[in-house]
């Protein structure tokens, strides 16, 4: 059995590791960047692209080139697959279809190829399809694609490929929430303490600039700001923390500045989860519709999480609501 990993996050290779570590007989092959920290004992294989899997395109142009450099990369890496395109048993895991590399690998690359979905995100918990897309977006990834001979196909179903034939199932940190129950299994993941500090931490989600423009993501932002001075009248916090995506147009800092002093802007490869109980602790934080506050109070030791609070300015995805308000998160509106 061959096990193909698309790892294009520090914590999605976390979660792959988790689950290399209950399936051990099979031979595991994780493709990445050098930029992200993985454990080699894990791997049997592991194929490195160039350059990083992040895209912070902030306009057309600079979106195509991003594209295409990523193409390029994926041919590399194809190369280096080619001998298992005949293989009757292998098995990949990932976390979306819509991805140019996992697209071709589960619906072009070899017909006996199974997937499992692996949560990275929110994804696994609201409708999205293709045509939850911009539609510029899909026909530059499959012109491109094609063009560059890396087939990209247009996938029925939900964007995290859950409804395709040949993928089996899918891991997720709440299989009862998630669409598709019966095809979910609980994800493996630890539970930790954290040493709590007076300071607020504001994650970042970049990739709306890209989708709805800066001009409402910068008033959504200030906005939340404005939520958390209101909060820091009570008690002023010690340093306020800002993380961005790892994809999407960068904030501009100098407006950033202007809005909250001396803030802290952590621009690193490092998972924001291992980021937070290694060295912020922040014990107020805030974001519009993060999945990383979930997997922040998922993996939180139980008898810590009511002296964190966790705060959503909800001005994106409605549909996470639900979600949300199961564990008691405050929603702003």
Known sequence: ??????GLSKNQISSYE?????NK????????????KINTLSWDEVIYANNTFNNQSNNTLSAIKNIILKIKQYKKIIKKLSKYKNCKKVTLYFTYVEDILTNYLLLTFNKNVKGIVVEDGTLNYYSHTIKSLSKKKVFLKWFLSNFYGVRFKFYKGHSSGIELSNVTKQYVRMP???LFPEKSEKLPFPSKSVRLTNSALIIG??????????KRYYKSLEEMIDLINFHATKKPF???YYKPHRNG????????NKKIQNIIYLESDVSL???????????AIYSFDSSALLNIFLELEEKQRNKLTFNILLRYNILLEPVFRKFKFNIYQ
Do not use: A
């Open 1 to 6: 059995m061959i096990n193909i990993y698309i």
């Open 18 to 22: 988790r689950i290399i570590e209950i």
């Open 25 to 36: 007989s099979s031979k595991n092959i994780l493709i990445s960047n050098k930029t992200l």
């Open 176 to 178: 009862k929430l998630s």
């Open 205 to 214: 989600q970049e990739g709306y600039i890209n989708q709805y423009g800066e």
């Open 238 to 240: 010690d340093k306020i």
């Open 249 to 256: 147009k960068r904030v501009n800092l100098e407006w950033l």
């Open 273 to 283: 989860e291992d980021l937070y109980f290694d060295t912020l602790g922040s014990k």
